[in-house]
């Protein structure tokens, strides 16, 4: 492939892509961070391009938690629940269609900060950056079937978390809990 190419397709995935992975960090490191997390991971796209495979997003957001761990490593933090709850709060307000009242997201977002690392990741692949089942499994680097399992155990544990009070709108958080469901 020549050079003006693989520069044109970089760029139709900086795009395309950008906002996704963008998205994806947005969730683990504070806000500051992200354009750096971001760019620093299409640095190792672009050279390694020649190897990412097509579409790039599972290995760009492969890449970008790896450039996370490096990043929380080289900084010596950790995240704690409460700050869990701040970075998922600030990506959660950025949807223009969350229908959900305040308290509503509030209590989600706390029920979600408080599942165990590994079924959070699972249900936010699925989920949020959109990735099918084989794809988030890639990305955390765990066979297909175990990711699913992680999922479902999240889900159950929602389900329970949203159990303890009546839903206000039942329809909609069915539909939730069931999104990228492989039933």
Do not use: C
């Not at 020649?50 to 579409?55: F, I, K, L, R």
């Not at 959660?92 to 977002?109: I, N, S, T, Y």
């Not at 959070?120 to 399992?149: H, K, M, P, Q, Y």
């Amino acid at each position: 492939m020549s050079t003006h190419d693989h520069r044109d397709e970089f760029t139709r995935s900086w795009g395309r892509d950008g906002p996704r992975v963008a998205a994806y960090v947005r969730r683990h490191v504070p806000s500051a961070d992200i354009q750096d997390v971001v760019a620093e991971t299409f640095l190792q796209a672009w050279r390694r391009w020649d190897d990412v495979p097509e579409p790039p997003i599972a290995w760009l957001i492969g890449a970008a938690r790896k450039v996370v761990g490096n990043h929380r490593r080289a900084a010596g933090r950790r995240t704690a629940l409460t700050d869990r709850l701040v970075l998922l709060s600030s990506a959660a307000a950025a949807a223009d269609d969350a229908g959900v009242v305040a308290a509503e997201r509030q209590e989600a977002l706390r029920v979600l900060a408080a599942l165990p690392d590994e079924q959070r990741e699972a249900l936010l692949l699925l989920a949020w950056d959109g990735l099918t089942t084989a794809e988030a499994a890639a990305v955390v680097g765990i066979r297909s079937g175990t990711l699913r399992v992680r999922a479902h155990r999240a889900r159950q544990a929602l389900e329970r978390g949203a159990g303890d009070r009546p839903p206000a709108r039942p329809a909609a958080t069915s539909v939730a809990m069931n999104n990228g469901s492989t039933r």
